[in-house]
């Protein structure tokens, strides 16, 4: 059933509650030990670098660090993939590079969303050319009914039924990042 749509929604579209703000900040400290306790031997000798997929990991990528109580370096890579549509078309360019080289460096790679795969499947491979260190991945959302693309999630928040997601960093044609919860778009 939907709840109804927050006080500043422009759109008449509902979005029902799927991932309450509490819960995902409970989820993410939880990310942000496990990933202080696996990285902490790491980072004596190797920077870490946490990279951001813009834009859909901005605000779980901003809550998620500052649970990780260790030193780590921030960038980001744009990457398209969607456009403004709501069906995957296995097309992914990067639109934005990393500001710095990574060679030698423990990697963490910051997604939103783990759809068909087909995006970080690519974003894996060209990351590993560059010759980091290790490269892990971090997803707020996972989708397996989706899957297409066989991709390892090392830290995963939720796993979600197949429903186009909006919220907490996931938009609608840009907008909507910013409700601080995931909710599902009921008429899409
Ligand atoms: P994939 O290549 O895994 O199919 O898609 C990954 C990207 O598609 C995500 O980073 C995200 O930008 C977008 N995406 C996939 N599923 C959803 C969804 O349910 N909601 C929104 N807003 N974006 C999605």
Same mark, same amino acid.
């Given at each position: ?17 799927? !991932? #309450?703000?509490?819960?995902? &900040?409970?989820r993410v400290?939880?990310l942000?030990?496990?990933i202080?306790?696996?990285? /902490? %031997? ?9 990279i951001g997929v813009?834009?859909g990991s901005?605000?779980f990528l901003?809550?998620l ?13 744009? !990457? #398209?993939?969607?456009?403004? &549509? ?13 500001? /710095? %080289? ?6 963490i790679v910051v997604e939103d969303i783990v759809d068909t795969g087909?995006t970080v499947h690519?974003l894996l ?11 892990r991945l971090a997803s707020l959302l996972h989708k397996p009914?989706?899957q297409?693309r066989?991709v390892k999630i090392d830290y995963l928040g939720f796993t979600i %039924?197949?429903?186009?997601v909006?919220?907490y960093g996931l ?11 995931i ?6």
């Amino acid at each position: 059933m939907a709840s109804p749509p927050p006080a500043w929604n422009r759109s008449p579209d509902p979005f029902a509650e799927l !991932i #309450s703000a509490e819960a995902i &900040a409970a989820r993410v400290a939880e990310l942000g030990a496990q990933i202080t306790t696996d990285y /902490r %031997p790491l980072i004596a000798e190797n920077d870490v670098v946490v990279i951001g997929v813009l834009k859909g990991s901005v605000i779980f990528l901003a809550d998620l660090v500052r649970h990780v109580a260790l030193p780590v370096v921030i960038d980001f890579i744009g !990457i #398209s993939s969607y456009g403004d &549509a709501t069906v995957s078309s296995g097309v992914v360019q990067i639109t934005q590079d990393l500001s /710095r %080289p990574i060679e030698g460096k423990h990697i963490i790679v910051v997604e939103d969303i783990v759809d068909t795969g087909h995006t970080v499947h690519y974003l894996l491979e060209n990351l590993a050319t560059r010759r980091p260190a290790s490269i892990r991945l971090a997803s707020l959302l996972h989708k397996p009914e989706r899957q297409e693309r066989e991709v390892k999630i090392d830290y995963l928040g939720f796993t979600i %039924p197949n429903k186009f997601v909006v919220g907490y960093g996931l938009d609608v044609s840009q907008r909507y990042r910013n409700l601080p919860y995931i909710g599902f778009v009921t008429n899409a």
